[in-house]
């Protein structure tokens, strides 16, 4: 029985440490008697041998997150995380725990992240500057990618804009949303100097793009080249240079591909509050 309950134990340990990704830093939280602006929020580190394999990291799902009185401490609408170099801290969300609560548990998954050419979590694009508002995603993904240069948008400006809403306001609901973010790139072209038009490049994404992470540019060595300013409104990004743009600067989209992310359980047991 001893030799039974010593293997029991051991397989136990095993589990807690391949699911144990992360490490409490702090934790700050606030229980009045209004509970207007209350809330618990943990600040958290990942570690372990494997993270030196993976890039990125976030908290990818809370699955139960309750105090030691029961209560639920979920949001109704969590806000997800965005992904954090793995040498960074991030952070957690709750709500407010009851009032006589001790401490609280989490359990969740975290998802790590290392982009490669060869998992699909990088796509290069090259040659963009001649294909403006034509797709320029790869063939069969789920997202949409379009360059526009100045005269693609100045000629899409000559239409006079109330007819220009008329038409995106029939459009199918899928495609709603593209054509309004590239209206709304038209309309912002009043707000440049000829100047700084020469150095901004504008894009829009559509479809399924939530698996789109972010924009980056690389001239043809592959050296990265960052803007000096980056907006976004919706699907829709402009990027703003201190030169002009090359022509052969390629565009690297990181994306959150299935073969680039990792989903592995984490558990925070017996977290004392503040």
């Known amino acids: 029985m001893k030799i039974v309950l010593f293997y029991l134990s051991f397989f136990m340990a095993i589990i807690n440490l391949s699911a144990q990704k992360l490490n409490l830093v702090n934790i700050e939280e606030t229980r009045s008697m209004s509970g207007t602006w209350d809330f618990c929020k943990l600040e958290v580190q990942l570690y372990g041998d494997e993270v030196r394999n993976y890039t990125y990291y976030r908290i990818g799902e809370i699955i139960s997150a309750k105090d030691n009185k029961g209560l639920n401490l979920i949001p109704e609408t969590p806000s997800l995380s965005e992904y954090?170099?793995?040498n960074e801290h991030t952070t957690i969300q709750l709500l407010k725990t009851a009032r006589s609560a001790t401490t609280l548990s989490i359990d969740g998954m975290i998802n790590l992240y290392k982009p490669t050419e060869a998992n699909g979590g990088i796509v290069?694009?090259?040659?963009?500057?001649?294909k403006p508002d034509i797709n320029l995603a790869p063939k069969g993904a789920a997202y949409s990618v379009y360059y526009f240069d100045q005269a693609t948008l100045r000629k899409k400006s000559e239409v006079d804009y109330m007819k220009r809403q008329e038409v995106i306001d029939n459009l199918p609901e899928k495609d709603r949303s593209l054509a309004s973010n590239i209206n709304g790139l038209v309309n912002s072209l009043s707000y440049y100097n000829a100047d700084d038009l020469t150095?901004?490049?504008?894009?829009?994404?559509?479809?399924?793009?939530?698996?789109?992470?972010?924009?980056?540019?690389?001239?043809?060595?592959?050296?990265k080249i960052s803007p000096v300013s980056t907006s976004s409104t919706g699907g829709a990004y402009t990027f703003y240079f201190e030169q002009q743009p090359d022509p052969g600067m390629k565009v690297v989209l990181n994306i959150e591909s299935f073969k680039a992310v990792k989903s592995v359980p984490f558990s925070l047991r017996n977290i004392d509050l503040p």
Do not use: C, N, Q, W
């Not at 290069?124 to 001649?130: A, D, E, L, P």
């Open 199 to 223: 150095k901004t490049l504008f894009f829009v994404i559509g479809g399924e793009y939530t698996s789109i992470l972010g924009f980056e540019f690389e001239d043809a060595k592959g050296k």
């Open 84 to 86: 954090k170099p793995v």
């Open 124 to 130: 290069k694009i090259s040659g963009y500057r001649t």
